[in-house]
């Protein structure tokens, strides 16, 4: 994770390996306003795995090195990790809880 998240000039994009240089920079400005200054991408192979004789593949894809004019900054509050950790600690708590619960029917009842 970023240590910051002001002044970011470039972002890095996976994308499918039929995506262009400018079908890429379009979708950035004109969904996401973003001023593009250029976009340099790299076709990547999935990785391989051979088990049992069986050779699986993941799909081919496309990553792409956008290059802003300005610079970008995100709100802090944007993604609310904070928040997710704290609701599963909830949940884990709950669990745990939930199980010497368990127990302590299961001593009572014995």
Same mark, same amino acid.
């Given at each position: 994770?970023?240590?910051?998240?002001t002044?970011?000039?470039?972002?890095?994009?996976?994308?499918?390996?039929?995506? %262009?240089?400018?079908?890429i920079?379009?979708v !950035?400005?004109?969904l996401?306003?973003f001023?593009?200054? +250029?976009v =340099?991408?790299?076709?990547?192979?999935?990785?391989?795995?051979?088990r049992g004789?069986?050779?699986?593949?993941?799909p081919d894809?496309?990553?792409?090195?956008?290059?802003l004019? %300005?610079?970008?900054?995100?709100?802090?509050? !944007?993604?609310?990790?904070?928040?997710?950790e704290?609701a +599963?600690? =909830?949940?884990n708590?709950?669990?745990?809880?939930?199980v010497?619960?368990?127990?302590?029917?299961?001593?009572?009842?014995?």
């Amino acid at each position: 994770m970023p240590t910051s998240f002001t002044n970011i000039q470039g972002i890095t994009l996976k994308t499918i390996p039929s995506a %262009t240089k400018i079908k890429i920079k379009h979708v !950035l400005e004109s969904l996401y306003g973003f001023v593009v200054e +250029r976009v =340099q991408t790299l076709n990547m192979e999935g990785k391989k795995k051979k088990r049992g004789g069986i050779l699986f593949a993941k799909p081919d894809y496309k990553k792409a090195y956008v290059t802003l004019k %300005t610079p970008l900054s995100i709100n802090m509050n !944007l993604f609310p990790l904070k928040m997710v950790e704290d609701a +599963r600690k =909830q949940i884990n708590k709950k669990n745990v809880s939930s199980v010497i619960e368990d127990e302590e029917e299961e001593e009572a009842l014995a």
